[in-house]
């Protein structure tokens, strides 16, 4: 249930934006009533029971925010996880080249030496 009160007004829509976007049960059907001798709800009642919404409404979009920000965080581990394992294959592939490199040297500088001797 969410209720408001009338502000002045003598009356309200009933739609979302009366209730500050409260929506209690999205997608259902809802029913509006007035109060008007106030028999049900005084106005501290009104009150907490708005405050009560919007701070549902604000912990549903917390709640939405954070699975998003953990969904892109996940992300980024699993890319940065790609780019080390592919800067090590590199490294280790540079790694084996210059090795090669340095015994091919070696290899030239041995049949050099041999040659002059």
Not at 70 to 97: I, L, N, P, Q, R
Request: with cysteine; charged share 30%; net charge neutral.
């Amino acid at each position: 249930m969410a209720i408001t009160g009338t502000k002045g007004k003598k009356s309200v829509a009933c739609e979302s934006g009366t209730f500050d976007g409260a929506d209690p049960a999205p997608d259902a059907d809802k029913i509006c009533f007035c109060d008007a001798q106030k028999k049900y709800f005084e106005k501290s009642m009104v009150k907490a029971t708005r405050s009560f919404w919007k701070s549902k409404t604000l912990q549903v979009s917390a709640e939405s925010e954070l699975k998003r920000s953990a969904a892109h965080a996940s992300e980024v581990v699993k890319v940065t996880k790609e780019k080390e394992d592919a800067a090590k294959e590199t490294t280790t592939s540079t790694g084996v080249e210059n090795e090669k490199a340095i015994a091919d040297i070696q290899s030239a500088k041995t049949c050099a030496i041999e040659s002059i001797e």
